[in-house]
């Protein structure tokens, strides 16, 4: 993301004006806070247009959300009222030990076909 001037504004700053941190909105500016604030909801916006445009039901079915980024955009998610019955699992980890657990699936799976299991 870029700010006023066209200077970057780094994941951490972002992090920090997302999750309210009291210590980094103190450093900021009202117009870098709104400015990622803004662009956190046209963000969120065009994220679950695109997932409704895939043919999914936001709006009657549940609606898991995981991980870090689902963390960060949990306020922004939830104002827009597109994901009528979110669920948010707070673990940053949560992705990473869900491909763990389906590799280790997998790969039981295809040692008991090897071995004839």
């Given at each position: 993301?870029?700010?006023?001037?066209?200077?970057?504004?780094?994941?951490?700053?972002?992090?920090?004006?997302?999750?309210?941190?009291?210590?980094?909105?103190?450093?900021?500016?009202?117009?870098?806070?709104?400015?990622?604030?803004?662009?956190?909801?046209?963000?969120?916006?065009?994220?679950?247009?695109?997932?409704?445009?895939?043919?999914?039901?936001?709006?009657?079915?549940?609606?898991?959300?995981?991980?870090?980024?689902?963390?960060?955009l949990?306020?922004?998610?939830?104002?827009?009222?597109?994901?009528k019955?979110?669920?948010?699992?707070?673990?940053?980890?949560?992705?990473?030990?869900?491909?763990?657990?389906?590799?280790?699936?997998?790969?039981?799976?295809?040692?008991?076909?090897?071995?004839?299991?």
């Amino acid at each position: 993301m870029r700010g006023a001037g066209g200077r970057d504004i780094s994941n951490s700053i972002i992090e920090g004006i997302l999750t309210k941190d009291p210590t980094d909105l103190a450093e900021y500016s009202e117009k870098r806070i709104e400015a990622v604030t803004s662009a956190a909801v046209s963000h969120t916006g065009r994220m679950l247009d695109e997932i409704i445009g895939k043919g999914f039901d936001l709006a009657e079915d549940r609606t898991v959300f995981m991980g870090g980024g689902s963390i960060l955009l949990k306020e922004y998610i939830e104002k827009t009222g597109k994901a009528k019955k979110p669920i948010f699992i707070d673990d940053v980890h949560a992705n990473a030990k869900g491909y763990r657990l389906l590799y280790d699936m997998q790969k039981s799976h295809h040692n008991k076909q090897l071995h004839g299991a």
